[in-house]
């Protein structure tokens, strides 16, 4: 549907990364198809579609805020591009969703910077545009003609002289850029061998395609198939494109590992950092600023990478993906595709610890951290993980049920046969998954999770982060809260009292199985009081106690 045209503000930032996500999502199979450089694994579209997910749920987190304020307040432009920033940075995923990611911080720069003329015109939009294009390409450490460097470049040199309005800009910025990116094929062999132009440069030309649409009101729709514009070079073993995709990686010989991790620290340590990990591997971006960092490289030396993260600050959010390893995405030239198992469980999982118990248990997780809950595309990326033909999925947190739904029914689109069990909580989760048996007809063992998951109550001891009005009065920042159920049932000043608290309210009303699931912060000796109190007070009840790691919450609590 055609959008009003709009000018530059908070309203359009927002408009545009929904636009742009549509953009993607349309795209992406399309863009993972053509994904040949750095690395073929095929991921770029699902990539850039996750980081913008990001952006785009951080800007509605800040309009959220304002709504909840009551009044006729709206964002301001600076709060919309900064939470645009920083969504996507925390967010970024593979080579290009983390270029993509500095992009739209050096927009952010511009559209953001105080001073005594506000940049809400077409001239701040190509200020920002030309920032966007130099700081994405300071951040790659050997920039290479023919990416979406190039891309973003002839986008920005498009718009310079362009007297118009900010629609006229954006115009001209997609016109340059669809240009440049048809021209990538003669820039990079690898391309030209494979017969697509750069993925992540078609994933750029998709964003700027929404940009024109969010202040025209007109989509400039990028042709279907666009990625495929010239014919494999003859003398090339490529079967098609997919062919050529597939075979992992592009580059013979190239690093067998991509690392990519948050990292806190300060500019000095990380110009160390660059030179430390551009001499362990290649294709090693660097974005981010202000103490908050996104690095990705390649690597053969996993572990040296990460290493060098800790020297220089704080990682964390790491992950590391083996290019060898075949995956959804890739089935390497000699190694037949990896035959689908017939049923799996794919859970959300509030720590490092339990998503070890989990795995244990045969789940295939991914990791939800406080104040970070995974977006649709990476349950969606989960459930390809596991590669199965069924699938149970337990989204274990209440506020994630729409986000699970909508993954469940893409990938539903793909073939694979999904059940939701709407799992409030990791420890009904872990119910849930107690009673698993893929043997199983596959009806009677979503039943069987569902009830296991149903007939357990569920409880949180946190902290509270400021004054609140709750179900049990008015708490102040710093109060123990006890949830029981998702509702706030216990307000005090010590952790092992509320908790206490929590667990006789929850046995009152009977229970077999008491489930103790402990952050690294909880005291040390509440786990001893708790298994006490229930074998001295309730008789014929377990407890069974479980490490959570840095879950968010100070004690999870089940009562089956």
């Known amino acids: 549907m055609a959008q009003v045209p709009q000018p530059l503000d908070a309203l359009a930032v927002r408009t545009w990364c929904g636009l742009a996500l549509q953009e993607l999502g349309r795209a992406r199979e399309e863009i993972d198809a053509i ?93 920002a545009l030309r920032r966007a294009a130099d700081s994405a390409r300071d951040a790659v450490a050997h920039p290479v003609e023919g990416t979406v460097l190039t891309v973003a470049s002839a986008a920005a040199d498009a ?38 132009v750069d993925a992540g440069g078609r994933g750029l030309v998709a964003v700027l395609a929404a940009l024109v649409e969010t202040f025209t009101g007109e989509a400039p729709r990028v042709p279907e198939g666009a990625g495929r514009v010239v014919a494999p070079r003859p003398d090339d073993d490529v079967r098609g494109v997919t062919r050529a995709c597939a075979d992992p990686p592009a580059e013979e010989g190239g690093p067998a590992y991509e690392v990519i991790y948050l ?84 859970a959300v999982v509030p720590g490092e610890g339990l998503a070890a118990l989990y795995q244990e248990a045969g789940a295939t997780t991914v990791l939800a951290r406080a104040g970070e809950p995974p977006a649709s595309g990476e349950l969606v990326e989960g459930v390809r993980r596991a590669h199965a033909r069924e699938v149970v999925l337990l989204p274990n947190d209440s506020d994630l049920r729409h986000t699970a739904a909508a993954a469940a029914e893409q990938v539903r689109t793909e073939g694979v046969r999904v059940a939701l069990i709407p799992t409030r909580s990791a420890v009904q989760g872990i119910a849930a998954l107690a009673v698993h048996e893929p043997e199983r007809r596959f009806d009677e063992d979503v039943v069987a999770m569902t009830s296991a998951a149903g007939a357990t109550r569920y409880a949180e001891v946190t902290m509270a982060e400021r004054q609140s009005w709750t179900t049990a009065g008015i708490c102040q920042a710093g109060d123990v809260l006890g949830l029981i159920d998702g509702d706030v049932a216990v307000i005090g000043s010590d952790v092992t009292a509320a908790a206490e608290t ?44 479980y490490q959570g790691g840095r879950q968010g919450s100070l004690l999870l609590i089940g009562v089956e």
């Open 263 to 346: 990292l806190e620290a300060g500019d000095a340590a990380v110009a160390r950092l660059r030179q430390r990990l551009d001499s362990l591997g290649n294709s090693l971006v660097v974005v981010g600023g202000d103490g908050l960092w996104n690095v990705h490289v390649h690597v053969d030396d996993a572990g040296a990478a990460v290493e060098a993260g800790i020297e220089a600050g704080r990682p964390h959010r790491i992950r590391i993906t083996h290019f060898a390893a075949g995956d959804v995405h890739t089935t390497g030239s000699g190694r037949p595709p990896r035959e689908p198992v017939q049923r799996a469980v794919v």
């Open 35 to 127: 994904n040949v450089y750095p690395v073929a694994d095929g991921d770029t579209g699902t990539n850039l579609y996750l980081t913008v997910e990001s952006a785009a749920a951080a800007v509605e987190a800040v309009f959220a805020g304002y709504e909840e304020a009551g009044g006729d307040q709206r964002p301001k432009l600076a709060d919309a591009v900064r939470a645009m920033a920083h969504g996507a940075l925390i967010g970024a995923r593979g080579n290009s969703g983390t270029i993509l990611a500095q992009l739209l911080r050096g927009m952010a720069q511009v559209l953001a910077a105080d001073g005594e003329t506000a940049h809400t015109d077409a001239q701040g939009l190509r200020l």
């Open 159 to 196: 718009v310079t002289g362009v007297e118009d309005d900010c629609g006229g800009v954006a115009r001209a910025a997609y016109e340059g850029a669809r240009a440049a990116l048809a021209a990538t094929p003669g820039q990079l062999a690898v391309l030209e061998r494979a017969g697509v």
């Open 502 to 545: 929590v667990l006789d309210r929850m046995l009152a009303a009977g229970g077999e199985l008491v489930t103790l699931v402990l952050g690294d912060d909880a005291p040390e000796s509440i786990a001893a009081r708790l298994e006490s109190r229930v074998r001295e007070s309730y008789l014929a009840v377990d407890t069974v106690v």
